[in-house]
């Protein structure tokens, strides 16, 4: 677990939720659960800051680093996808982006290609990118973004065939990979869950514990948004174990929820305006989970 990814873990299932920046004096002893260092803790943070995640501001002596608009933007999208435990109702169509973007920009072109990753976008053939769910609003976001109007076409459309719609995805993703990935996240974790409960039923686990728990649980189950493109059921095999992964992460998030938000709240209080909370949070019953 790399510094910056658990800054990033950090401020998408804490920090926002508390007026969205933090003393730096405070996110160090944050990390130091999890055995970084404060030298490691600076450079992720200065690291974040010149790649536009971040802002820093000075009160007195002391600095702080909020989300900058754009990181906001992506903090709320990654934390729609992981509290959504079921996908939308699917319209039939296919979105399908097309791109020509020249050699001499090619650092935008391998950015874009992250980002469509990231957004759940597989690729049909090279330059083709698809995805079944409503992406419009995140392609045009994009197009905007790298102004690349006059290299991308995008489509919105039905496959009529020779093959099922089954076929599109078989060539555009590795199911049978992901769902392996969920699988193993299901031994490793279902286990865990069983015994931490009755710890915390038996008082035989610190606030401290719990906080590093959620926050590695919700460190390793976002990693899958990298990896699963986020499909309708009607597209998915009929042994998907990404739906038992999501329950799982859903009941061992909130059993860990109260304990770990304690200690962060009491490590939070010193050195930051804890009074900035979102009065609309509520540890135990997360606003953007839906069954």
């Keep these: 677990m790399n510094t910056r990814s658990m800054i990033f873990t950090l401020y998408g299932d804490y920090i926002r939720h508390y ?7 405070s996110l160090i002893r944050f990390l130091k659960e ?31 680093y909020s989300l900058t608009e754009h990181g906001v933007k992506r903090m709320d999208e990654a934390a ?52 079944p769910n409503n992406l419009d609003d995140k392609v045009h ?4 973004k790298y102004e690349i109007s006059d290299y991308i076409d995008f489509f919105i459309a039905s496959y009529d065939g020779p093959g099922e719609n089954q076929r599109l995805v078989e060539k555009s993703w590795d199911l049978e990979d992901i769902n392996e990935k969920y699988n193993d996240f299901i031994a490793h974790y279902s286990q ?17 514990e719990c906080f590093v728990e959620r926050t590695k649980l919700v460190h390793e189950y976002r990693k899958f948004l990298f990896v699963d493109p986020g499909l309708p059921e009607e597209l998915l095999p009929e042994k998907w174990y990404g739906n038992h992964a999501a329950m799982l992460f859903s009941d061992y998030y909130k059993e860990l929820a109260e304990p770990a938000n304690r200690f962060f709240e009491s490590v939070f ?23």
């Design 34 to 64: 999890f055995g970084h260092n404060e030298q490691a803790v600076r450079a992720a943070v200065s690291r974040m800051s010149k790649q536009g995640w971040l802002k820093a501001e000075k009160k007195g002596n002391k600095s702080y």
């Design 141 to 144: 976001s994009l197009i905007q």
């Design 269 to 291: 209080q010193d050195g930051n305006e804890i009074h900035n909370k979102d009065e609309s949070y509520n540890v135990l019953n997360h606003p953007l989970m839906t069954d």
């Design 19 to 25: 007026g969205n920046h933090i003393w730096i004096g």
């Design 80 to 131: 729609k996808r992981i509290f959504k435990f079921k996908p939308d109702e699917w319209d039939g169509k296919w979105r399908m982006l097309l791109y020509t973007i020249p050699e001499e920009k090619r650092s935008i072109r391998d950015e874009l290609r992250k980002e469509l990753v990231w957004s759940g976008f597989g690729t049909l053939s090279p330059s083709c990118w698809i995805s």
């Design 192 to 208: 865990k869950f069983i015994i931490d409960r009755n710890k915390i039923k038996k008082g035989e686990m610190t606030d401290a």
